[in-house]
């Protein structure tokens, strides 16, 4: 039977279907009761139906060791500013980018102010204040693994 969750802020139907088992939100979206949620983020209080897994039997016994692999990853993608106050998986997930005030690699309102690497993790000071600085948040639920390379380009350069 269904289960019914509700949003909390950051939330999207991916991110819960990840969390909830699944390899992304296509089975998610395929539910008529999310059929109102397709089109726009996630507010806090949303009600997401998430359908039950499909589990299956393995014909092995249960007296030996046995080695099962994962097929594929698991891997959830989103766009966050970063914030002081929240933990990376509680910042909220933005729905438009926009382009940095400042150089690539400055930021911040003191001269000469550099971000910090492009791995960084953490709250970065310099960058919160540009309204319009973005990280990539990536997801992998199979970790460990290979570390996954993430490239973000623009599609049409302005």
């Given at each position: 039977?269904?289960?019914?969750?509700?949003?909390?802020?950051?939330?999207?139907?991916?991110?819960?279907?990840?969390?909830?088992?699944?390899?992304?939100?296509?089975?998610?979206?395929?539910?008529?009761?999310?059929?109102?949620?397709?089109n726009r983020p996630l507010?806090?209080?949303?009600?997401?139906?998430?359908?039950?897994?499909?589990?299956?039997?393995?014909?092995?016994?249960t007296d030996q060791l046995?080695?099962?692999?994962?097929?594929?990853?698991?891997?959830?993608i989103r766009f966050v500013?970063?914030?002081?106050?929240?933990?990376?998986?509680?910042?909220?997930?933005?729905?438009?980018?926009?382009?940095?005030?400042?150089?690539?690699?400055?930021?911040?309102?003191?001269?000469?102010?550099?971000?910090?690497?492009?791995?960084?993790?953490?709250?970065?000071?310099?960058?919160?204040?540009?309204?319009?600085?973005?990280?990539?948040?990536?997801?992998?639920?199979?970790?460990?693994?290979?570390?996954?390379?993430?490239?973000?380009?623009?599609?049409?350069?302005?």
């Open positions: 039977m269904p289960t019914v969750v509700t949003a909390q802020d950051g939330d999207t139907l991916c991110t819960l279907g990840i969390n909830n088992g699944f390899p992304n939100c296509l089975a998610l979206r395929a539910l008529p009761e999310n059929a109102s949620l397709l507010a806090a209080g949303d009600q997401v139906t998430i359908p039950d897994l499909d589990i299956s039997d393995s014909p092995v016994g046995h080695k099962f692999q994962i097929r594929g990853r698991q891997v959830g500013h970063g914030s002081r106050n929240l933990p990376f998986d509680q910042d909220l997930t933005l729905a438009n980018l926009n382009i940095s005030n400042f150089t690539t690699n400055r930021a911040g309102v003191t001269e000469g102010a550099t971000l910090a690497s492009a791995s960084h993790a953490t709250f970065d000071q310099n960058a919160d204040v540009d309204s319009d600085t973005f990280k990539v948040e990536v997801i992998d639920t199979r970790a460990p693994g290979p570390p996954l390379e993430v490239l973000v380009g623009a599609l049409r350069r302005t």
